[in-house]
T-cell receptor, first 115, second 111 residues
Framework: GAVVSQHPSRVICKSGTSVKIECRSLDFQATTMFWYRQFPKKSLMLMATSNEGSKATYEQGVEKDKFLINHASLTLSTLTVTSAHPEDSSFYIC???????????FGPGTRLTVL | EDQVTQSPEALRLQEGESSSLNCSYTVSGLRGLFWYRQDPGKGPEFLFTLYSAGEEKEKERLKATLTKKESFLHITAPKPEDSATYLCAFGGGTSYGKLTFGQGTILTVHP
């Protein structure tokens, strides 16, 4: 199956710093990628759609200035959590659909802890 | 409003005790009903996609079925390694590729 990677797998930072999370599709190109967040024992909530070559589309209630998304190439999307605060602590997961397939492949997730 | 509801929230089984997980959905323009398995601290692992009522798919001890209103994930003779959270999601609406997830069923299989 298709492989999606994320880096880093976990990060601990101080309040007020910015954190960048990378999502890569390793063996296929993805013009669209999706970013989700997941709180403990909760389901995945879609945050935004990352579009290669254009602006990201954010879900209602998600602050676009807080969560900056850049789809730099057909295999890389980045999520930057700006001025992180403890309430931003969560598990962030990206996904990518492979072109022509109505299936999505998820990355392993990034655990963000803001102190 | 499009939504998906999973039941039960948690299920405890003895090894070998078959059961089913339910996923009820209300969505306009369904573009696939997806089942994923998620282990703690990991991203979801794709299991199945179902597209139309009556469709069934199998993989090892798992079989997924779909009707017009719900999907079932049947687990036959489960083993402890089947313990995980099982998530269903639908793709639909105007935004191709976006998935809306249910809250998941936490399955625990005791030896």
């Amino acid at each position: 199956g298709a492989v999606v990677s994320q880096h880093p797998s976990r990060v601990i930072c101080k309040s007020g710093t910015s954190v960048k999370i990378e999502c890569r599709s390793l063996d296929f190109q993805a013009t669209t990628m999706f970013w989700y967040r997941q709180f403990p024992k909760k389901s995945l909530m879609l945050m935004a759609t990352s579009n290669e070559g254009s602006k990201a589309t954010y879900e209602q209630g998600v602050e676009k200035d807080k969560f900056l998304i850049n789809h730099a190439s057909l295999t890389l999307s980045t999520l930057t959590v700006t001025s992180a605060h403890p309430e931003d602590s969560s598990f962030y997961i990206c996904s990518a659909p492979r072109a022509g397939a109505n299936e999505q492949f998820f990355g392993p997730g990034t655990r963000l802890t803001v102190l | 409003e499009d939504q998906v509801t999973q039941s039960p929230e948690a299920l405890r089984l003895q090894e070998g005790e078959s059961s089913s997980l339910n996923c009820s959905y209300t969505v306009s323009g369904l573009r696939g009903l997806f089942w994923y398995r998620q282990d703690p601290g990991k991203g979801p692992e794709f299991l199945f996609t179902l597209y139309s009522a009556g469709e069934e798919k199998e993989k090892e001890r798992l079989k997924a079925t779909l009707t017009k209103k719900e999907s079932f994930l049947h687990i036959t003779a489960p083993k402890p390694e089947d313990s995980a959270t099982y998530l269903c999601a639908f793709g639909g609406g105007t935004s191709y590729g976006k998935l809306t997830f249910g809250q998941g069923t936490i399955l625990t299989v005791h030896p």
